[in-house]
Nanobody, 117 residues
Framework: QVPLVESGGGLVQAGGSLRLSCAAS????????MGWYRQAPGKQRELVAT???????NYADSVKGRFTISRDNARNTVYLQMDTLKPDDTAVYYC???????????WGKGTLVTVSS
């Protein structure tokens, strides 16, 4: 079974908002650094935002100030609040979970975000 399941993608107009959710299962969620990545058509996958187990966050410059990553350890869920969406935000967004010791990486299957102009 897939341990990470994204939801919340869809079609929105430029300037609108979406909130993506990633629900984790079969893992000790609280010890993982969680992240969101995206892959636009014809482009390579890129990091969007990460949040550590201590709630330290990091954002790609392209989304800083518009996107907010957060986590709810009680619900084993990480969120990506996306505001002021732009057409170039259009991509498949993937949830990622990583831990260092022992080393582990998990990926969700992705959720499509389409931003119309």
């Amino acid at each position: 079974q897939v341990p990470l399941v994204e939801s919340g993608g869809g079609l929105v107009q430029a300037g609108g908002s979406l909130r993506l959710s990633c629900a984790a299962s079969g893992m000790v969620f609280s010890i993982y650094t969680m992240g969101w990545y995206r892959q636009a058509p014809g482009k390579q996958r890129e990091l969007v935002a990460t949040i550590t187990s201590n709630d330290n966050t990091n954002y790609a410059d392209s989304v800083k100030g518009r996107f907010t990553i957060s986590r709810d350890n009680a619900r084993n869920t990480v969120y990506l609040q996306m505001d002021t969406l732009k057409p170039d935000d259009t991509a498949v967004y993937y949830c990622n979970a990583e831990r260092v010791v022992p080393r582990a990486i998990h990926w969700g299957k992705g959720t499509l975000v389409t931003v119309s102009s």
